[in-house]
């Protein structure tokens, strides 16, 4: 399907935070479930912590895990900082098992588009659903395909048979808030049509 590593974007985790801030309408919804069915919470993908810590540090009981150590690292870091406890966990979501039932789990950003196949998606699914307790809720995310964009965009190769979009990311190292290293990679998410969502 792919030939290249599709998570090598996010090996930079530093960058990655600088680039990626929480925006009102994600912070809203993610925090309002939250409120409303407790905890414990499982943050699947978690990265940087960008929504676990915040999670954590209003009083939830939170577990964080990611297949990229270095967003790991990271995210361990910026809690260590906070005097913030979280569980974190490095693993591939598709297969593990933490002997233990979470009243909500999520996915945010892109990263449910990650699964770039039905074998991914179900193994992911099968995770979620052993972690789940009987009364809980999994939310994710994904962008719904206009078709009208997807015709337009030129910069993105599309194929429509496996609904993947390959695109190219530059990484860029930064430091006293001017580039000094670029580097360009390929990069593919999946977009789901709603029937097959």
């Not at 912590?49 to 999670?55: A, E």
């Amino acid at each position: 399907m792919i030939d290249f590593d599709n998570l090598a974007g996010y090996r930079n985790a530093h960058t990655y935070d600088q680039l990626n801030d929480l925006n009102e309408t994600e912070w809203k919804f993610y925090f309002d479930l939250a409120y409303q069915l407790g905890s414990p919470i499982l943050d699947v993908a978690c990265g940087t912590g960008r929504f676990t810590i915040p999670l954590a540090e209003r009083g939830f009981d939170l577990t964080g895990v990611d297949l990229t150590p270095e967003m790991l690292e990271v995210a361990k870091q910026k809690a260590e900082r906070l005097s913030v406890n979280i569980n974190w966990v490095h693993a591939d979501a598709r297969h593990f098992e933490l002997g233990r039932k979470f009243r909500f789990i999520f996915t945010t950003g892109n990263s449910f588009q990650h699964f770039l196949d039905r074998e991914s998606v179900d193994g992911l699914l099968r995770t979620i659903y052993m972690h789940l307790d009987q009364n809980g809720v999994f939310a994710f995310e994904t962008r719904n395909p206009v078709l009208s964009l997807l015709i337009s965009e030129t910069n993105i190769e599309k194929d429509h048979k496996t609904q993947l979009e390959h695109y190219v990311f530059t990484d860029r190292k930064w430091k006293d808030e001017s580039a000094v290293n670029e580097s360009i990679q390929p990069f593919a998410l999946r977009y789901f049509s709603p029937k097959s969502l």
